[in-house]
């Protein structure tokens, strides 16, 4: 009785010999035609999880986040924020906006010059300093103006007096009013406003004009103010 010897064994049990046996049920063409389809998929499939792997990689460090103050709970105009109306937040970076804040302390104790709405992400244009309305003299009333355009604010500051304009009217729609308060004037103790920081511009007006431009803040309207001559 004749045995086989392990190298025996070992060939007709390998690679080749698996090989040998779809040769044979397949045919010699029909079985490279499978070993190449085989070795297609293995690509594929090898390029997809590749792939998969750098496309999770570029979402993780798109995603990255940063601290921003929010405002907790809804807050009126004119109110003074104190540390239970706003809460440190992350937020994805790329939906962060230039200004926004990032520490809490720099806003409580500040007067918001236009109504806040819960969830939103304060910046220092969205307040003024505790002290903005010391200067409101008898018979008039201070109204936070909304500015688009940056240049103009950044030429005044608080104390100044200024022809508040409005795009599209013509003359003045409140002329030589004193400026209150201007967007982030506080946070280095110049009183000008930096660049990218136009929000609202708090001036000095009579009561009996207040409702024209209270009425014109409320449809939308944007105002640019023209400093007066200091002398």
Do not use: C, N, Y
Not at 146 to 162: E, M, Q
Not at 168 to 185: C, H, I, K, M, S
């Amino acid at each position: 009785m004749s045995r086989r010897s392990p190298t025996r064994r070992a060939e007709t049990s390998g690679p080749s010999a698996t090989g040998a046996r779809f040769e044979a049920i397949l045919g010699p063409s029909r079985a490279s035609r499978w070993r190449r389809l085989v070795l297609r998929r293995s690509l594929t499939l090898l390029l997809l999880v590749v792939a998969a792997t750098v496309l999770l990689r570029d979402q993780g460090a798109a995603e990255a986040t940063v601290e921003v103050v929010r405002a907790r709970s809804s807050v009126p105009a004119g109110a003074v924020l104190d540390a239970d109306d706003v809460e440190v937040t992350r937020v994805a970076a790329s939906a962060v906006a230039t200004g926004s804040a990032t520490d809490p302390t720099a806003l409580t104790g500040r007067r918001t010059t236009a109504a806040i709405l819960a969830g939103e992400v304060l910046s220092s244009a969205r307040v003024v300093g505790p002290g903005a309305l010391d200067g409101l003299p008898r018979g008039h009333r201070a109204v936070a103006l909304p500015v688009d355009d940056v240049d103009s604010v950044r030429l005044i500051s608080s104390g100044d007096r200024v022809d508040v304009l409005h795009p599209g009217r013509d003359g003045p729609v409140a002329a030589d009013v004193l400026v209150l308060a201007t967007p982030a004037a506080d946070d280095d103790g110049s009183g000008i406003v930096p660049a990218g920081s136009a929000g609202h511009v708090v001036v000095a007006i009579p009561t009996q004009r207040t409702a024209r431009l209270v009425s014109s803040v409320e449809s939308g309207a944007s105002f640019i103010f023209a400093a007066r001559s200091r002398k």
